[in-house]
């Protein structure tokens, strides 16, 4: 079954601090990931798009990685700030698939930065 | 913004009403697509428009009706709505057959059903 599981489902920092949100998935055939931010009320906005090939993807303070052999990314934040505070959604797209149909999202993470 | 603008954002309507809801993308896109994200679960698929025909309907209701008129607009009619209807109704835009990178989301409309 195609699934994509992100943990942990929340997490409290504290301002400044680093940070590491992880995404597992059983899609197949894989396609590229995606990290999306989503603040509330609004739509995701993306962060990073990895294919295969690629291991490590960065957007500012925002660095995402991919092992294509175990299934697993990562998403780190480092020194983070008020503004991260957001849901952050891990996307699958299976490959040969129609679009739509192709994306296979995660629930999400809820980082809250605070002061 | 991000090149896929929503209206209206807020939307409230009784269960007897007829409201819609507008996309349009200034991306040059030729998909685009409605999602119907509710509290504490993942984005749900509704309606796929790939080149203006629609290609998927995932066993959405009836009382909710798209339209795309063309490829850089996308309606999505409301009729005869469920309180439980009440969420936020993203849209999004993709170029589909090359690559297959971009998926660009709208900011939502957030619905409530009273």
């Known amino acids: 079954k195609n699934q994509v599981e992100q943990s942990p489902q929340s997490l409290i920092i504290l301002e400044g601090k680093n940070c590491t949100l992880q995404?597992?998935?059983?899609?197949?055939?894989?396609?590229?990931l995606r990290w999306y931010k989503q603040d509330t009320g609004r739509g995701p906005v993306s962060l990073t798009i990895m294919t295969f090939s690629e291991n490590t993807k960065s957007n500012g303070r925002y660095t995402a990685t991919l092992d294509a052999d175990t299934k697993q990314s990562s998403l780190h934040i480092t020194a983070s700030q008020l503004s991260d505070s957001a849901s952050y959604i891990c996307v699958v797209r299976r490959g040969g698939d129609q679009a739509g149909t192709a994306l296979i999202f995660g629930k999400g993470t809820t980082l809250s930065v605070s002061s | 913004e991000t090149g896929v603008t929503q209206t209206p954002r807020h939307l409230v309507m009784g269960m007897t009403n007829k409201k819609s809801l507008k996309c349009e993308q200034h991306?040059?896109?030729?998909?685009m697509y409605w999602y119907k994200q509710s509290a504490k679960k993942p984005l749900e698929l509704m309606f796929v428009y790939n080149f203006k025909e629609q290609t998927e309907n995932n066993s959405v209701p009836s009382r909710f009706s798209p339209e795309c008129p063309n490829s850089s607009h996308l309606f999505l009619h409301l009729h005869t709505l469920q309180p439980e209807d009440s969420a936020l109704y993203l849209c999004?835009?993709?170029?589909?057959?090359?690559?297959?990178?971009?998926?660009?989301f709208g900011s939502g409309t957030r619905l409530t059903v009273v």
């Open positions: 991306l040059g896109h030729n998909a």
């Open positions: 999004a835009s993709s170029q589909e057959g090359i690559g297959n990178y971009g998926y660009t």
């Open positions: 995404c597992n998935y059983t899609v197949s055939p894989f396609s590229n």
